[in-house]
């Protein structure tokens, strides 16, 4: 008999993403508000700009924009990072890059699951940023080891998932009711749940040290914590916010608003204040919330040490935490500073600041065996044979991440960790190494190239 067809990874990882936006909008009804938002910014802004949205549909990003999210958990233990780490490369999502975010005082380190082949991008670019909290930088030894005791006892993943993960190593892959079921029981690990696995009292100790380690600790799963929709434009959505019963932060992160953008820009509303059931009284707790991103184009090491000199400037500069305060000031001193960052992609590609996607242009096309047909790639740009599209970024900011984290935690939780960053620690727990995303970009820019020559030069 033949063997059962094994659903891509793409195809799991597409219906995966569907599913967890489905429970999320039931889950925060501001969510699917927000969606909505999104949505009409965009068809707005590609109304208003075609050259914009033949930008889009030249790459294929115009087919991916509304599916794209990403969400974001935070685990407890060594064991749940490998775990998931497995549950992952079943939707073919990958580890890539390492984040440590206690220099913003946020006591945990990161990395982010997503696809790293281009194409596997456009079928689905659903990413997930992972947080494993740093329980040795609980300064209360005996709160530490309740911490470690109570994040022990639980098991944040199905048996039918955890089967289901060992099946799919096993076979190298799932059926199409295999992967069904899958998609049900991974998407339990990340359901919220209103009744925590603490005392009242536990509780706030735990979050008198830090609220993010109370959210690891007191309940049974690294609920999802937010869904993030893609839109051309933030400034627009971050100004309309409020006439649709959102209340947005008082500064997007990232770099500033530019006409061509780079990196990515974030913003998002307050947490929302949940009724929990400790084990022995009523309360509340505050960990879900709603954010926005806008990506540009993926910087090279020489773009992205610009980038950091700049925010690190204008950071430097403010004297403070960027907050509603001095939100106007942050803002003039990173238009301020960012004038020093080229705002046209050909600068930028000539300088060597960013990463590009080659296409072979009609006229390449046309000119094809040709005996005065150019045989280099400039030359090939320069008589108009090869077009360049600017590469999306795909991964997240140390910074801005910590920016977002911080919002939500209210400025009042931040804390000062004598801490060094530890990826030798992460990637053991994770039980491989975390990917270099910018050797990622280079290889995808690389493949276009390669690709353009095999297609002109006949």
């Known amino acids: 008999m033949p063997a059962t067809a094994?659903?891509?990874?793409?195809?799991?990882?597409?219906?995966?993403?569907?599913?967890?936006?489905?429970?999320?909008?039931?889950?925060?009804?501001?969510?699917?508000?927000?969606?909505?938002?999104?949505?009409?910014?965009n068809a707005r802004v590609l109304e208003g700009d075609q050259g914009l949205a033949e930008h889009l549909r030249r790459t294929g990003e115009i087919q991916r924009l509304g599916m794209e999210r990403h969400g974001a958990i935070r685990l407890g233990t060594a064991a749940e990072l490998a775990t998931i780490s497995r549950l992952f490369a079943v939707m073919g999502m990958q580890p890539v890059g390492y984040y440590d975010l206690t220099p913003a005082g946020v006591p945990v380190h990161s990395t982010a699951f997503r696809a790293v082949h281009e194409q596997s991008l456009q079928a689905s670019p659903f990413r997930v940023f992972t947080s494993l909290l740093r329980l040795e930088l609980i300064e209360n030894p005996a709160l530490r080891s309740f911490?470690?005791?109570?994040?022990?006892?639980?098991?944040?993943?199905?048996?039918?998932?955890?089967?289901?993960?060992?099946?799919?190593?096993?076979?190298?892959?799932?059926?199409?009711?295999?992967?069904?079921?899958f998609i049900?029981?991974?998407?339990?690990?990340?359901?919220?749940?209103?009744?925590?696995?603490?005392?009242?009292?536990?509780?706030?100790?735990?979050?008198?040290?830090?609220?993010?380690?109370?959210?690891?600790v007191a309940f049974k799963g690294p609920h999802i914590n937010h869904l993030t929709p893609r839109t051309l434009d933030i400034d627009q959505v971050q100004a309309a916010m409020p006439a649709h019963g959102i209340t947005p932060k008082a500064v997007i992160e990232g770099p500033p608003r530019r006409?061509?953008?780079?990196?990515?820009?974030?913003?998002?509303?307050?947490?929302?204040?949940?009724?929990?059931?400790?084990?022995?009284?009523?309360?509340?707790?505050?960990?879900?919330?709603?954010?926005?991103?806008?990506?540009?184009?993926?910087?090279?090491?020489?773009?992205?040490?610009?980038?950091?000199?700049?925010?690190?400037?204008?950071?430097?500069?403010?004297?403070?935490?960027?907050?509603?305060?001095?939100?106007?000031?942050?803002?003039?001193?990173?238009?301020?500073?960012?004038?020093?960052?080229?705002?046209?992609?050909?600068?930028?590609?000539?300088?060597?600041?960013?990463?590009?996607?080659?296409?072979?242009?009609?006229?390449?096309?046309?000119?094809?065996?040709?005996?005065?047909?150019?045989?280099?790639?400039?030359?090939?740009?320069?008589?108009?044979?090869?077009?360049?599209?600017?590469?999306?970024?795909?991964d997240f900011l140390p910074v801005s991440a910590a920016g977002i984290f911080q919002s939500n935690l209210g400025d009042t939780a931040q804390s000062h960790y004598a801490a060094h960053s530890n990826r030798t620690e992460f990637e053991q727990a994770l039980g491989r190494c975390t990917l270099d995303e910018l050797q990622l970009y280079g290889e995808t820019q690389q493949r276009s190239v390669d690709e353009c020559m095999r297609v002109l030069l006949v």
């Open 147 to 181: 911490a470690e005791t109570a994040l022990a006892k639980r098991s944040i993943f199905t048996p039918g998932a955890l089967a289901l993960i060992e099946q799919a190593e096993t076979d190298s892959g799932l059926d199409a009711d295999d992967a069904q079921a």
């Open 259 to 394: 006409h061509c953008p780079i990196l990515l820009r974030q913003t998002s509303f307050k947490a929302l204040d949940e009724p929990i059931a400790f084990t022995d009284a009523q309360g509340s707790h505050s960990a879900r919330f709603g954010e926005i991103e806008q990506r540009g184009v993926a910087l090279t090491p020489k773009g992205r040490a610009l980038y950091d000199q700049l925010l690190n400037a204008t950071r430097d500069e403010l004297g403070a935490f960027p907050n509603e305060a001095n939100a106007a000031r942050y803002e003039q001193l990173m238009e301020q500073h960012f004038q020093a960052f080229p705002d046209n992609h050909a600068q930028m590609r000539e300088q060597g600041l960013a990463y590009f996607r080659y296409f072979p242009s009609a006229q390449g096309l046309a000119a094809r065996g040709q005996p005065d047909q150019p045989r280099t790639l400039q030359a090939l740009l320069s008589a108009g044979h090869v077009e360049v599209e600017p590469l999306v970024y795909e």
């Open 6 to 41: 094994h659903v891509s990874p793409d195809e799991i990882r597409k219906g995966f993403s569907r599913a967890m936006s489905d429970m999320y909008r039931d889950e925060v009804p501001l969510y699917g508000s927000l969606l909505e938002l999104v949505a009409q910014t």
């Open 184 to 216: 049900r029981q991974a998407l339990e690990t990340f359901r919220w749940h209103h009744n925590a696995t603490v005392t009242a009292e536990q509780y706030r100790q735990l979050s008198d040290q830090h609220r993010l380690i109370a959210d690891v």
